[in-house]
């Protein structure tokens, strides 16, 4: 069967097409949609640099990650690696990494069996320094990981990559972003202020992100100040999640669900939208690189390292002395205390409005 018929105009190497062809750099990402939002700056960097993008391929997690990832790169050689080991795929993903040049795999998480794949192909492999202290044989220490390097995990990947390339040059700057390729240039004259809400994202991360209500709650207490409508955006299984946060919703504030939309759509919705509430999830990090303005919910995880990368942005957090918790130990929260719903609620909208003021003749913010 065409793969055209399958993936549409989608580049996803399934071995097929591009079997005699050898990358000198397989990137080892399967990760999030937030984390293929954040590898967009390395991306432009190597791009605009003397080494050939068509020289790596990048492994992700589904084909979700590769339709975001050619949002912004078309071009883009991908590779979606099923994790099963008695298939065809497999054996695709084989034959890659052994004939590449070197392996890059610089967010590794610090549980031994993740090495496992990586070990057996005895190519340069470089990986963060969560069990060596020094490099060993074929791997290749990046003497720090994203836990302990200081800076934004955006900037952690272009340092990654400049340990594996030295003519590569690290840029420190954790705002650097590049826009959706398919991003209508749209001005925002709605006859009504809109607000883009973010509260969707995988089960294993809703301890990153306020309770539903809790969004509810805010965004009631900030139409009090401002009128505005709400566009939220989400996919099927948000069912339950996006009624919760309707239930809580005052009956005079118009919402708008917006399902499943493909990824042009979604972005081309969102940047119509005067400003964002969203964490520090796949949400946000595609609200965040439209362009608007952000309120991005933090706490559970580290503003500082994994923010939305954004220019223009307010994070809020709660002051709990135990965050920001999020790493491989605390994967899944400490399921002791929904912390994000702590964040000062009052508080929070004040520092909202101080932050979105200095548009109050766009907005027709009431201040407080």
């Excluded at 549980?111 to 794949?117: A, D």
């Excluded at 949400?283 to 220019?311: C, R, W, Y």
Aim: net charge positive.
């Amino acid at each position: 069967m065409d793969l055209k018929l399958l993936f549409g105009p989608l580049r996803v190497i399934e071995l097929r097409a591009n079997l005699k062809k050898k990358y000198k750099f397989v990137f080892w990402y399967p990760y999030g949609l937030g984390d293929i939002v954040m590898l967009c700056p390395l991306i432009h960097e190597i791009k605009n640099s003397n080494i050939p993008l068509e020289d790596h391929l990048f492994i992700f997690k589904d084909n979700a990650s590769v339709k975001l990832a050619h949002e912004y790169f078309p071009e883009l050689e991908c590779f979606v690696f099923k994790r099963k080991i008695f298939s065809r795929n497999f054996l695709d993903f084989l034959f890659f990494a052994s004939s590449c040049k070197k392996i890059i795999a610089p967010m590794l998480s610090r549980k031994f069996q993740s090495y496992l794949p990586l070990l057996i192909f005895f190519k340069e492999t470089y990986v963060p320094n969560n069990f060596f202290s020094q490099s060993f044989l074929w791997l290749k220490n990046l003497s720090t990981n994203l836990l302990s390097f200081k800076g934004h995990q955006s900037m952690y990947l272009m340092y990654a990559y400049s340990k594996v390339n030295k003519i590569f040059t690290y840029k420190d700057s954790s705002s650097y972003k590049v826009k959706p390729l398919n991003l209508s240039d749209v001005s925002k004259n709605n006859e009504k202020n809109i607000v883009a809400v973010g509260l969707s994202c995988g089960p294993h991360e809703r301890h990153k992100l306020p309770s539903a209500r809790y969004f509810a709650k805010f965004i009631n207490l900030m139409h009090e100040y401002i009128d505005f409508e709400v566009f939220l955006f989400g996919i099927s299984s948000d069912g339950d999640l996006m009624s919760n946060f309707k239930e809580n919703l005052l009956p005079n504030i118009n919402c708008r669900e917006l399902i499943d939309l493909d990824f042009s759509d979604l972005f081309n919705h969102i940047s119509i939208c005067n400003f964002g509430i969203a964490g520090t999830t796949g949400q946000g990090h595609m609200f965040a690189s439209t362009g608007i303005k952000m309120i991005t919910f933090s706490g559970v995880t580290d503003f500082e390292k994994n923010g939305p990368l954004s220019e223009n942005q307010i994070p809020l957090s709660h002051d709990f002395k135990c965050g920001p918790c999020y790493s491989d130990d605390y994967q899944y929260g400490c399921k002791n205390i929904a912390c994000m719903d702590y964040i000062p609620l009052e508080d929070s909208v004040k520092k909202t409005l101080n932050f979105l003021k200095e548009e109050k003749d766009e907005l027709r913010v009431k201040l407080i």
